[in-house]
C-alpha cells in the first residue's frame, strides 16, 4: 500500500504563485509515474501534469508554461508549482501515484483563485 498527504493548498489572488507537494509512503518502491490531477464540483477529474520515474513529464495544454512538475525520489515527493494563477485554476488538487499498474490517490487539497 502507498499513502500519498499533499500539502501547500489555499487562497491566492489571480496571478499568484502556490506550490503543492505530495510526500508518498509505505510500500514506495516499485513507484512509476506521479502526477496531480484536479476536479471541479460536477466534472470529471482532469490530468494537470505528470512525470515518470526516468523525468518525463507531460502537462495539460491549458497549464503549459505556468505549472511546473517535479519529483525527489530521495525525499519520496512530487510537488508542483503553480505559476500566474487565474480563476479557472480553481479545483481540488488531488497527488497520484501508479505502482505495478495500480493507482493511489491522495485526500486532495483546495486550490482558490480570486478574481
Known amino acids: 500500500q502507498v499513502q500519498l498527504v499533499e500539502s501547500g493548498g489555499g487562497l491566492v489572488q489571480t496571478g499568484g504563485s502556490l506550490r503543492l507537494s505530495c510526500a508518498a509512503s509505505g510500500s514506495i518502491v516499485g513507484i512509476a509515474a506521479m502526477g496531480w490531477y484536479r476536479q471541479v464540483s460536477g466534472k470529471p477529474r482532469e490530468l494537470v501534469a505528470s512525470?515518470?520515474?526516468?523525468?518525463?513529464?507531460d502537462y495539460a495544454d491549458s497549464v503549459k508554461g505556468r505549472f511546473t512538475i517535479s519529483r525527489d525520489d530521495g525525499k519520496n515527493t512530487v510537488s508542483l508549482q503553480m505559476n500566474s494563477l487565474k480563476p479557472e485554476d480553481t479545483a481540488v488538487y488531488y497527488c497520484?501515484?501508479?505502482?505495478?499498474?495500480?493507482?493511489?490517490w491522495g485526500q486532495g487539497t483546495q486550490v482558490t483563485v480570486s478574481s
Open positions: 497520484k501515484a501508479r505502482q505495478y499498474f495500480r493507482d493511489y
Open positions: 512525470i515518470t520515474n526516468t523525468g518525463n513529464t
